[in-house]
């Protein structure tokens, strides 16, 4: 029987881009049946960043809410996850940290392994709060999907971050020991340094992502892990809403189970509110999920949930999370409709000049056009250094 830690998610808040390109628009441009998009993938549309948003503007405006809720007293540390990096050698969460005021006295750090990095962020900051009750750790996973213009991955595009809280006593999810791994080297999606958009073997990627979904379940059970038939929901990671449901049916044939299509909805249904209308996250996707399956269901109180996150190269881990009773009290569901409804729809034009923009890399001073009606811009980059203000 799993053991429970009382350590984990005390506060959970997400933000997303300025921007949103509904599928029918990218569907009339390239001539594609739209019932591909809407059903084949499970994706209604894509959130795109203004010209002066970013993994930072993003990250900060997610973590705002929580600093506003429960001051900065006893975070101690930072831990941003991302594979949209926008340095090779300075942490976003730094940014971050200076944006939201935080004190010096922090440890900040930036994680990556493709989606999987909140993930390691999630149990690394479990650790630390084990080794000290007193202290609270910042996660904040924030990416923008994006992929070359025409190529299959583009309806897969998205962008979003998401702050989580981690400490002892959480008021939303205790994350529990164990947790089942899995690692394997295989190319299946991957960003070389000099690439702005990701390449990927799509139909690689997917038998890449069920054997992950296998193994990291096998190592899961072989550790003591609770039944399948404990949990009530599953989070999967969310390239495209579509993906979690084969991810679970595989799980359910892995186990040998009935693979009913409404115990498999019942499974997953209540996670992809979010990730159907915000696109592929990267890193934030799996808790995109968990936040649509907190502000959605009602019958979750001391309910085991399943995680899997997957990371393409490729890393996984599957692990159980108790939502805690009160959880409801907790919440951030206007504010997280409100991140959703606040965007303003592009047509297929103006979300190509966005794609298609990116800095001169001459070291001049290079302002953005002012776009965004977030908390949070980059201003400029200017002398090689990303200029951020609060707007
Ligand atoms: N009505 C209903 N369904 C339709 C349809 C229609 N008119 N037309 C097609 N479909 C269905 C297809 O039957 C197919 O369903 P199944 O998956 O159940 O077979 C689905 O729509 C997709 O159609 P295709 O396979 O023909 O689509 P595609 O070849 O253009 O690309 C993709 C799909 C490979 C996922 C592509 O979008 C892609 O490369 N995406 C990026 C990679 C990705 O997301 N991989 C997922 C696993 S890796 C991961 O999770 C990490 C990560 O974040 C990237």
């Known amino acids: 029987m799993a053991a429970d830690c009382a350590i984990g998610i005390h506060d959970l808040s997400f933000a997303t881009t300025e921007f949103v390109l509904p599928h029918t628009a990218l569907a009339e441009h390239n001539g594609t049946e739209i019932g591909k998009y809407h059903v084949g993938i499970g994706q209604r549309s894509m959130s795109v960043p203004g010209a002066d948003e970013d993994i930072v503007t993003m990250g900060a405006a997610a973590a705002e809410p929580i600093i506003a809720r429960h001051g900065r007293g006893r975070i101690r540390t930072v831990v941003f ?6 340095d090779q050698a300075k942490s976003a969460g730094v940014y971050v ?10 440890r900040v750090v930036e994680l990556k392994q493709a989606c999987y990095g909140a993930t390691a962020a999630l149990q690394f900051a479990v650790g630390l709060v084990l080794r ?5 750790v910042l996660v ?5 999907s994006k992929y070359d213009l025409e190529s299959p991955g583009e309806a897969t595009q998205g962008a979003a971050a998401v702050a989580m809280l981690v400490c002892s006593d959480p008021a939303l999810v205790r994350i529990e020991e164990p947790s089942g791994l899995f690692t394997s080297d295989v190319m299946d999606f991957w960003r070389p340094n000099y690439r702005d958009a990701a390449l990927v073997d799509g139909e690689g990627s997917i038998t890449a992502y069920l054997q992950a979904v296998e193994s990291s379940w096998k190592d899961y059970t072989e550790q003591g ?3 399948l038939d404990e949990f009530t929901a599953f989070c999967y990671h969310q390239p495209y809403t579509k ?4 991810a679970h049916r595989h799980l359910l044939n892995t186990c040998a189970y009935d693979t009913d299509e409404a115990r498999i909805s019942r499974a997953v249904e209540p996670t992809t509110a979010y990730n159907m209308v915000i696109g592929n996250s990267y890193t934030a996707s799996t808790y995109l999920g968990l936040a649509s399956l907190l502000d959605r269901a009602d019958d979750l109180p001391g309910r085991p949930i399943g995680f899997l996150s997957y990371g393409s190269g490729s890393v996984a881990e599957f692990f159980a ?13 206007p504010a997280h409709h409100e991140a959703i409804g606040r965007r303003r729809p592009l047509d297929y034009a ?21 776009q965004t009606t977030g908390p949070y811009r980059l201003a400029a980059l200017r002398g090689h250094k990303r200029v951020y203000e609060r707007c």
């Open 81 to 86: 996850a991302t594979e949209s990096s926008i």
């Open 97 to 106: 940290h200076s944006l939201l005021g935080l004190p010096s006295a922090t």
């Open 132 to 136: 000290d009750p007193a202290q609270q």
């Open 140 to 144: 904040v996973a924030s990416d923008i």
């Open 225 to 227: 892990g609770r039944s």
């Open 243 to 246: 993906m979690a449901y084969k």
């Open 321 to 333: 999370g108790t939502v805690v009773p009160g959880y409801r009290e907790h919440l951030r569901t």
């Open 350 to 370: 103006a979300y190509r000049e966005l794609h298609e923009r990116s800095f001169p890399t001459d070291g001049g001073d290079h302002p953005t056009p002012s």
